[in-house]
C-alpha cells in the first residue's frame, strides 16, 4: 500500500481554489506540502508539526492552509486567491514523530498531484 497519496490537483483560473488530499496509510506524526514549479527547485509550501504547530511559505501565507483530519487519516492543503506562480507538483511528505525535526526535511513522500493555474 502507498503510504502517502495525494490526489485533488486540477487546472483553475486565476483566483480560484482547490483543496489538495493526502491519503496517509501509515503512523506519521509531522506531514507537509511541497510543490516543484516548471524549472524551479521543489520548495517548502506548509508544514504540520507533531505538536499541531503550522509553517507557511511566505509566497503563501494568507491563502494556504493546512490540516489535517486524523480519523480519516488525510492531510489537506485548502487554497485560495491561487495565483499562476503556484502553478506546479505538489507533493505530500512525511515522517513518524521519532524523525520528525522541526524542519522542512521528510521521510516518505508522494507521487504528486498537478496544479495548473492559469492567468
Known amino acids: 500500500q502507498v503510504p502517502l ?10 483566483g480560484g481554489s482547490l483543496r489538495l488530499s493526502c491519503a496517509v496509510s501509515s503512523s506519521f506524526d509531522c ?14 509550501v506548509a508544514r504540520l508539526g507533531a505538536t499541531g504547530a503550522k509553517i507557511y511559505a ?8 493546512i ?3 486524523s480519523a ?22 512525511a515522517s513518524p514523530r521519532a524523525f520528525c525535526r522541526g524542519t522542512w526535511e521528510f521521510a516518505t513522500w ?10
Open 5 to 14: 497519496k495525494e490526489s485533488g490537483g486540477g487546472s483553475v483560473r486565476s
Open 31 to 44: 506531514l507537509a506540502w511541497f510543490r516543484q514549479g516548471p524549472g524551479k527547485e521543489r520548495e517548502g
Open 58 to 65: 511566505d509566497s503563501v501565507k494568507g491563502r494556504f492552509t
Open 67 to 69: 490540516s489535517r483530519d
Open 72 to 93: 480519516k487519516r488525510t492531510l489537506y492543503l485548502q487554497m485560495d486567491s491561487l495565483q499562476p506562480a503556484d502553478t506546479g507538483m505538489y507533493y505530500c511528505a
Open 110 to 119: 508522494g507521487q504528486g498531484t498537478q496544479v495548473t493555474v492559469s492567468a
